[in-house]
């Protein structure tokens, strides 16, 4: 029987100042999924991902947003009774809407996808996937071979095949988020997306058209030959994941790589990037 997987549950309580700061700090450390509410912010980490100093490094957060803070283990089976019980749907304008399996369907959108999240991230209520979607809509994907980088919950690679493209690769270096996205392409009578618990340095040989890789700043530093080498000439990457005060620094490092910049949205501390292969 495969294990369960067992995380670390952070709540972070007592907080003085902005939430989205503070979420937008904690996110440059290895969690995985945060909640955020009226008066707290659960996040969630994989106990074999917690590095031995988190708790210097929560201790220089601190420094800079006040908050208190305490953690416990929990079970991925808990986690997700919890996560689906607080889970809303989303709507991005009226070009799509988010919704788990116990909402009701809403026809008033342009497209609805149907998100069971589990551990994965990804679920339209970040800032990053929020943009990273939004900005799929200036971008024409009909008959386009497509690559989800950092897959999540798939609800990219979902996107990009209502918005017709021909042929998705998506993968993840955790297992869980890419059997999630199996299951959710499922959910949504996806039939063109190909999921793979593989990194980026395993996957074949091929170029896309289009990129979409919302991760974490410093995977995205660290791969900007490798996704320019993947991507067809005058091809369309985007990327999310990268806070405000990291523009120049990813700016600098893509345009080095032979990337050519777009375009660029910002929502909260957060920027959604689109580059050309120049």
Not at 147 to 160: K, N, P
Request: aromatic share 10%; charged share 25%; glycine share 4%.
């Amino acid at each position: 029987m495969k294990p369960i997987a067992i995380f670390r549950k952070y709540t972070f309580t007592h907080i003085e100042g902005d939430y989205n700061i503070l979420i937008a700090l904690l996110s440059q450390h290895p969690f995985q999924s945060f909640e955020e509410m009226d008066d707290q912010i659960i996040a969630y980490i994989d106990q074999d991902d917690i590095p031995e100093d988190m708790a210097d490094a929560i201790a220089d957060i601190q420094a800079l947003v006040a908050f208190q803070y305490e953690s416990e283990v929990v079970e991925n089976k808990n986690w997700n009774t919890e996560w689906e019980a607080n889970f809303k749907p989303i709507a991005i304008d009226d070009f799509c809407r988010i919704r788990a399996e116990f909402h009701d369907a809403d026809d008033d959108f342009d497209h609805e996808i149907v998100i069971s999240p589990k551990m994965a991230f990804g679920t339209g209520h970040h800032e990053t996937t929020y943009m990273m979607m939004k900005a799929m809509q200036s971008i024409e994907f009909r008959g386009k071979n497509v690559f989800d980088y950092g897959c999540g919950t798939g609800i990219l690679a979902i996107l990009a095949e209502k918005l017709g493209a021909q042929d998705i690769l998506a993968i993840d270096y955790d297992i869980e988020s890419a059997n999630n996205t199996t299951e959710n392409a499922l959910l949504n009578q996806c039939s063109r997306i190909t999921t793979n618990h593989a990194e980026l340095a395993n996957i074949p040989e091929v170029k896309y058209q289009v990129i979409l890789a919302n991760i974490n700043r410093h995977v995205l530093l660290e791969n900007a030959s490798e996704l320019h080498h993947h991507l067809t000439e005058d091809g369309i990457l985007l990327i999310s994941g990268v806070l405000h005060e990291d523009r120049k620094l990813v700016l600098s490092t893509y345009e080095n790589a032979g990337f050519s910049v777009k375009h660029i949205d910002q929502r909260g501390e957060w920027l959604c990037i689109r580059f050309q292969k120049s």
